[in-house]
Nanobody, 115 residues
Framework: QVQLVESGGGLVQAGGSLRLSCAASGTILSIYAMGWYRRAPGKQRELVAAIVGGGTTNYADSVKGRFTVSRDNPENTVYLQMNNLKVEDTAVYYC?????????WGKGTLVTVSS
């Protein structure tokens, strides 16, 4: 069983920055891939950024150059540094992990970007 717990969401003005963190716990070894999805009001959940154990990353086009995903492998923790935030980045951000082919999700943390 894998539990993912996010932290770091909040309210920020457009152009500002936030850093999200997600720690995995439970009886686990190493999580293969971790990352972040988001669901904006009235929209479907979408991938924001992901990183595998070797360090390969994948980003949504809308966040490239502004967001950076990183991880601490021994601690099974993933981070999302969000810079130059835009109003359209407002969403609930969910931590995601792939552990032996099964998807695990955090409960989500709200990021609100004001104009």
């Amino acid at each position: 069983q894998v539990q993912l717990v996010e932290s770091g969401g909040g309210l920020v003005q457009a152009g500002g920055s936030l850093r999200l963190s997600c720690a995995a716990s439970g009886t686990i070894l190493s999580i293969y891939a971790m990352g972040w999805y988001r669901r904006a009001p009235g929209k479907q959940r979408e991938l924001v950024a992901a990183i595998v154990g070797g360090g390969t990353t994948n980003y949504a086009d809308s966040v490239k150059g502004r967001f950076t995903v990183s991880r601490d492998n021994p601690e099974n923790t993933v981070y999302l540094q969000m810079n130059n935030l835009k109003v359209e980045d407002t969403a609930v951000y969910y931590c995601w992990g792939d552990y032996y082919g099964m998807d695990y999700w955090g409960k989500g943390t709200l990021v609100t970007v004001s104009s």
